[in-house]
Structures are given as structure tokens and as C-alpha cells.
DNA sequence: AACCAGGTCTCGA
DNA sequence: TCGAGACCTGGT
């Protein structure tokens, strides 16, 4: 059984790039195969070749929402959040698919992120059957590297080559990341070109299950200014942020995140 | 038509 | 260690 989640707030707005909502289906690629589901009679419908566990775990029906709300939940505004956002959950993505996913999405925002994701893929992903195209490995993107430059990236598009061929020469190892400390991979990870502070605290939450990451964007700079009247350096903000919401801070921010955008569209 | 966007990099103080 | 500017491009 599918843990309690509210698949607009969840797949709409920020965490992923590759989920698209067609009528009452939400629309989706997950391990190389493409997923359809809907909220039915408050359950979750499922077509395509995903079993439950699968879709449990990139749920991650391990988190104990009603807890984790509880617990961020330590002033008026959080408590507010906590009751509208109800049913939004963090994601666990594939960890190359996510990393690449926001290298791209510096100095950008959602629609033109997903315009470039979807270029990526497009351009370098398998097709598969559907008409979807998975997302291209790093082998994929490096045999036809000149067609990096038809995607739209900007200075992003030398990242993205560099990036997969270090994940391709393995000088990032994804399965020695996985094994490392919050600390730790955000230091290995700012070794990379393209990824700063935000871009590793953003790989820490959402793949890397550091739930105590809090990346820090324009939007959340805001939102702790007005609400908290904290502002600084990414440093001061982040470890505010983690000080007060502690070590569920990163769905702290995400609900934050979703508040300040529907506030500013 | 400016301004801004799920930032990072470089460079000087 | 920190602040300021530059930076591709497209959305609004």
C-alpha cells in the first residue's frame, strides 16, 4: 500500500523536472520506464511496469510524515503550511539523474528547467516505447557531446559534458557518495564544476537521503527573510534553517518553497 | 523592454 | 572568508 501523497503537490511544482500532469494523469519516467498515475477515490492509480515496492521507496514511504510534519512544525506559519501541503513528499531520485538535472538548473527557473531536461533528453536519451525518452546516461550524452550545444544550456552546456565524463571516468562515484556522511558529500560534491552550495544541498535531499540538508535558493532567502528575518550568507541561512527545523529541515524547506511560490505567481 | 530565475565562478579586499 | 560582477537563455 502507497503511502499517503498528494501527487500535485508533490510531482507539480520543484523536485523533479520530468513528471507531466496529462488531464488527470501525472506522467512520469522512473528506472527506463514510463509511469502513469492518478488520485483516485483518494488512492493511487498505477499503469506502467513499476511494482508497489518500487513506487514505495521512490515515494519514500519510509518517511513518517505525520512525525516529520509534527516535528517541523514549530511556529503559526509552519503549522499552517504543514496542514495545507498536507500529503507533499520529498522524491528519491536516481542519484545521476538528479545531479545532472540540477547542474542544469542554475540561474534558471521551473519552465525553462524542464525545457532543458527535456531537451537533454530528447536529444541523448533512448527512445522508448511510448514516445517518452529515458534519460540519457553518461555514455549517451558523451558519444554525440557536439549535440550538447542544440539543447538550449548555455554556459550550462560545458558542465554537463565535463559532468558526465567524470561520472563516466569515474572520478565521481555515486556509490561511494551514497555511503558518505551530509557533510562529506557536500564537500565532494562542490569538487565538481557547475555545483556549488545549493546545487549540493539540493543532491544531498533529494537523492542522497539527507533529510537535514537545507538548500538555500532566491526564493527561500526571501521566504526566511520575511518570515524569520534571517538573511546572510548561504552558510548563515542554511544553518539557520537547520538549526530551527532540525533534522527534517530539508521538507521544512521544501514546504516553504512551494508557500513562496504560490505567493509570487 | 527590462528584470529575473531552485547559482557558480572568479577575483579583489 | 566574504561581497560584487559576469554569465547563457528564455519566461514573465
Known amino acids: 500500500m502507497l503511502p499517503m501523497v498528494d501527487l500535485d503537490l508533490t510531482l507539480g511544482c520543484g523536485q523533479v523536472f520530468r513528471w507531466f500532469k496529462e488531464g488527470e494523469w501525472w506522467s512520469g519516467v522512473v528506472d527506463g520506464k514510463e509511469v502513469h498515475l492518478r488520485t483516485h477515490d483518494r488512492r493511487i492509480d498505477v499503469r506502467g511496469e513499476i511494482s508497489k515496492d518500487r ?46 538535472s540540477y547542474l542544469l538548473a542554475t540561474n534558471a527557473n521551473f519552465p525553462r528547467i524542464q525545457k532543458m531536461v527535456d531537451a537533454v533528453c530528447r536529444t541523448f536519451g533512448p527512445l522508448l516505447p511510448g514516445g517518452r525518452h529515458d534519460f540519457p546516461s553518461p555514455s549517451n550524452i ?32 555515486f556509490e561511494a557518495l551514497m555511503e558518505m556522511s551530509y557533510a562529506e558529500c557536500i564537500s565532494y560534491l562542490k569538487g565538481f564544476e557547475g555545483i556549488g552550495d545549493k546545487v549540493a544541498d539540493c543532491i544531498a535531499l533529494f537523492c542522497l537521503d539527507h533529510l537535514e540538508a537545507f538548500p538555500v535558493d532566491v526564493r527561500i532567502r526571501r521566504v526566511m527573510d520575511r518570515a524569520y528575518g534571517i538573511k546572510g550568507s548561504y552558510k548563515v541561512v542554511r544553518e539557520c534553517g537547520q538549526r530551527y527545523f532540525g533534522r527534517y529541515a530539508g521538507y521544512a524547506q521544501e514546504l516553504l518553497y512551494h508557500w513562496d511560490g504560490l505567493k509570487s505567481t
Open 55 to 100: 513506487l514505495r521507496d521512490y515515494f519514500r514511504s519510509g518517511d513518517d510524515l505525520d512525525l516529520i510534519y509534527a516535528e517541523i512544525a514549530r511556529d503559526d506559519l509552519m503549522r499552517d503550511l504543514a496542514s495545507r501541503f498536507k500529503g507533499l513528499r520529498l522524491i528519491r531520485q536516481d542519484p545521476w539523474e538528479c545531479s545532472l
Open 142 to 173: 558523451l558519444d554525440g557531446e557536439e549535440k550538447a550545444l542544440k539543447c538550449g544550456l548555455g554556459y550550462r552546456c560545458g558542465r554537463m559534458v565535463e559532468f558526465a565524463r567524470n561520472v563516466e571516468e569515474g572520478r565521481l562515484d
